[in-house]
């Protein structure tokens, strides 16, 4: 029998990317299905994106991921979006459909996908926190939130315009409500909230002591809560949220939940949860509490 010595390759393309850990998730998925596929890690500044796809393409990669600058930029570069990408305006995955370049967002159904084995969506009021800037997570949280049945989204953001603008979004394209609620002052969560979910970067590695301007004493046992960082996972939100006696939901999940989608959009099977979270635990050195 002839011997092949040629890999399927997938990767990423960030800035900073060195501490970005889905390779190491991905290659042990691979790994465990038995697939020859390399994930590579690239730090690929913003002027450089477009040789980095005209690269990848040219070199047949199977497919990508786009992170930190480049999820809203690249979609010039692509040959065509799918509708959620299409809905967020950002693409955190890119798939190689017969040779044309397709932008796809798993973050948001990545995170659908985390929160729920603790929380059954359908009419749900959730407060979301973030709207989204170059990295978009908010957007993506959103629209899939809305898209998987949810009933009233509130979007407490900082800066007004993007808060505003998320909002429309969402009540435009999906069936659920959502108003922005400006974040000016100590922000309290209406009582009647179910879901209640961090995508600002406030509390990521290394401001792990920065907290949100919410009134804790607004934090319910009955609201599940949920945030959107995993390094680390175990937030101030999480922490205070535990205190109250809240199901909570890290950011891990989200993270192993959104590359899983996009290694099924690259490979056509479904790997195991399993693996890939022990694999980022081990990268990460976390033991989950
Ligand atoms: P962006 O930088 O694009 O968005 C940042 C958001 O945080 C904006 O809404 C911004 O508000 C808000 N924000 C930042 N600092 C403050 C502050 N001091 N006070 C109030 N609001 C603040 O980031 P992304 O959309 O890429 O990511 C958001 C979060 O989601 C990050 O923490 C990231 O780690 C996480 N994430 C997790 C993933 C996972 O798989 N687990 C995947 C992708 C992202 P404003 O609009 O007012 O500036």
């Known amino acids: 029998m002839s011997k092949h010595f040629l890999s399927e390759l997938t990767g990423s393309f960030a800035t900073p990317a060195l501490e970005n850990p889905t390779g190491v998730m ?3 998925a691979y790994r465990d299905l038995g697939l020859d596929w390399r994930y590579i890690n690239c730090e690929i500044q913003p002027d450089d994106l477009e040789n980095a796809v005209l690269g990848a393409k040219a070199m047949n990669w199977r497919g990508f991921n786009c992170s930190i600058p480049h999820k809203v930029s690249v979609i010039s570069h692509l040959d065509d979006l799918g509708e959620s990408a299409r809905i967020i305006g950002a693409v955190n995955t890119v798939v190689n459909r017969d040779g044309k370049l397709i932008g796809e967002n798993t973050d948001g159904r990545g ?11 359908t009419k749900k009021r959730v407060v979301l926190f973030g709207a989204g800037g170059a990295g978009g997570a908010a957007r993506a949280v959103a629209v899939e939130l809305a898209l998987a049945g949810v009933a009233h989204i509130t979007i407490v953001n900082r800066n007004q315009e993007r808060g505003e603008e998320l909002s429309k979004l969402v009540a435009d394209n999906t069936s659920a409500g959502a108003e922005y609620h400006a974040w000016t002052k ?7 909230t179910d879901l209640v979910i961090n995508v600002t970067s406030i509390g990521l590695f290394p401001n792990v ?9 607004s934090i319910k046992s ?3 809560v949920a945030d959107g960082i995993f390094n680390p996972p175990e937030t101030r939100l999480i922490q205070t949220a535990k205190t109250k006696g809240c199901t909570t939901v890290n950011g891990l999940g989200m993270l ?13 099977k479904t790997p195991s949860i399993e693996v890939m979270k022990a694999a980022l635990s081990d990268a990460l050195d976390i033991t989950e509490k």
Request: aromatic fraction near 10%.
């Open 26 to 28: 991905m290659e042990a």
């Open 111 to 121: 995170f659908v996908e985390s929160v729920k084995s603790s929380l059954e969506l």
């Open 186 to 192: 100590q922000y309290q969560i209406p009582a009647e």
């Open 209 to 217: 002591d920065a907290e949100l301007d919410i009134d804790t004493e």
């Open 222 to 224: 009955s609201m599940v």
């Open 256 to 268: 192993v939940q959104q590359g899983a989608i996009a290694f099924e959009y690259w490979t056509g």
